[in-house]
C-alpha cells in the first residue's frame, strides 16, 4: 500500500477535519491513504465525501466521472502500519497532546526520507509537537478551516527549529489543492483562532448575560458585519468542545483574563451540547 507512485499522502484521523482535508487532496489527484482507530468514523467520513461529491456533481460543479475518481482514489486504513510511506502525512486526531505526541511518534516514519510531517492542530504549540519526532526541521503547521473543501485558507505555522525548505513546500502543496496559503509563527491560537475566539466568546457572555437571544446576537454579527454566519451558529459548527480547548490554551500560554472561557461554554460542553455534532449546541439540529 505504498504511496510512492504519483502524487500521494496521509491523513490521520476522519474526523471533521481529516476527512474535509483527504477530500480536498483526493479531489487535486493525490491517492490519499486516511486512517483513523475507530473505523467507524472512517465509515462516516468516507460516506460523507461521497455525498459532498454527489451534491458537487448533481450541481454541475463537477463531472461523475471525476467524483468517481476523486472517491476511488481515498484508501480507509484499518491499520495504522499499513498506511505506507508518503512525501506529506497530516495529522488531524484529537486536540490533546499527549495523544498527538504519541502518534507523532509512532508515524515519523511513515513519511519519507525528505518529506513532510504536517499537524492540523489549532492551537497546539508547532515547536512542541515538533520536539517529539527527530525531525524537527522537516515538521509544521497546516492549519485547514472549516468546512475545509470550502475555505480557501491554510495557516502555515512555523514552529521554532521548522526549516525555511518546508514552509516553502508546505505553501507549494497547499497551493497544488486550491487552497491560500499564509504564513504566520508558532504563538497560542496563531493568528486566527486568537482573534476568532474572543469574539466567539463574548458572544457567548452576551447570551449568558442575557444582552440578547441566541438568533439576536447572531443576526447583528451577520447583518453588521457581514458575517457568513453568526458567532454562536459558528461555534456549533466548530465544535463547542473545539472552542473551549481553544479558549483554555489561549487563557493558560497568553496568562490574561481575557481569554477565560465563558462559564455558559463549559456548561454546555459538560452537557455534550457540543453542537452540530452531537445536533444540540446553541441550536438544535435535528
Ligand atoms: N462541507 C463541505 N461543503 C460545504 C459544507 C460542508 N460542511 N457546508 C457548506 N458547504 C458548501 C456547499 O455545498 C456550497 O457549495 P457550492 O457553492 O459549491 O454549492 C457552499 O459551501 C455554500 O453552502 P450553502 O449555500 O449551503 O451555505 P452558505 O452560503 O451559508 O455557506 C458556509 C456555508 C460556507 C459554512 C458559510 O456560512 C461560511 O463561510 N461560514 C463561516 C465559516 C468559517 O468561518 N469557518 C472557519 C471556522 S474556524 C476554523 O475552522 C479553525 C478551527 O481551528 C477552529
Request: net charge neutral; charged share 20%.
Amino acid at each position: 500500500m505504498s504511496g510512492s507512485q504519483g502524487k500521494s499522502m496521509a491523513v490521520i484521523g476522519a474526523g471533521t477535519m481529516g476527512r474535509g482535508i483527504a477530500q480536498v487532496f483526493a479531489q487535486s489527484g493525490y491517492e490519499v491513504y486516511m486512517h483513523d482507530t475507530v473505523p467507524a468514523a472512517m465509515e462516516s467520513a468516507a460516506g460523507q465525501i461521497e455525498k459532498l461529491l454527489k451534491r458537487a456533481v448533481d450541481k454541475g460543479k463537477m463531472s461523475a466521472d471525476d467524483a468517481a475518481a476523486t472517491q476511488r482514489r481515498i484508501h480507509t486504513v484499518p491499520n495504522l502500519s499499513n498506511i505506507g510511506r508518503h512525501p506529506l502525512i497530516v495529522e488531524a486526531v484529537i486536540e490533546n497532546p499527549d495523544v498527538k505526541v504519541e502518534l507523532l511518534g509512532s508515524i515519523q516514519s511513515m513519511v519519507t526520507d525528505d518529506g513532510i510531517l504536517a499537524t492540523n492542530t489549532s492551537s497546539i504549540s508547532i515547536t512542541q509537537l515538533a520536539a517529539a519526532t527527530d525531525r524537527p526541521d522537516r515538521f509544521i503547521g497546516m492549519h485547514f478551516f472549516n468546512p475545509v473543501p470550502v475555505m480557501k485558507l491554510v495557516e502555515v505555522v512555523r514552529g521554532l527549529q521548522t526549516s525555511d525548505e518546508t514552509v516553502k513546500r508546505t505553501i507549494a502543496l497547499a497551493e497544488s489543492v486550491g487552497k491560500s496559503p499564509v504564513e504566520c509563527n508558532d504563538h497560542p491560537g496563531f493568528v486566527a483562532n486568537r482573534v476568532l475566539m474572543p469574539m466567539i466568546n463574548e458572544a457567548i457572555f452576551a447570551l449568558q448575560e442575557g444582552v440578547a437571544r441566541a438568533e439576536a446576537i447572531d443576526d447583528i454579527m451577520k447583518l453588521g458585519m457581514n458575517h457568513p454566519m453568526g458567532p454562536l451558529a459558528l461555534a456549533d459548527l466548530i465544535g463547542l468542545d473545539v472552542c473551549l480547548d481553544i479558549l483554555q490554551v489561549l487563557h493558560r500560554d497568553l496568562g490574561e483574563d481575557r481569554y477565560r472561557p465563558c462559564p455558559l461554554l463549559r456548561k454546555m460542553v459538560q452537557a455534550r451540547r457540543l453542537g452540530r455534532k452531537t445536533k444540540q449546541g446553541f441550536y438544535c439540529y435535528e
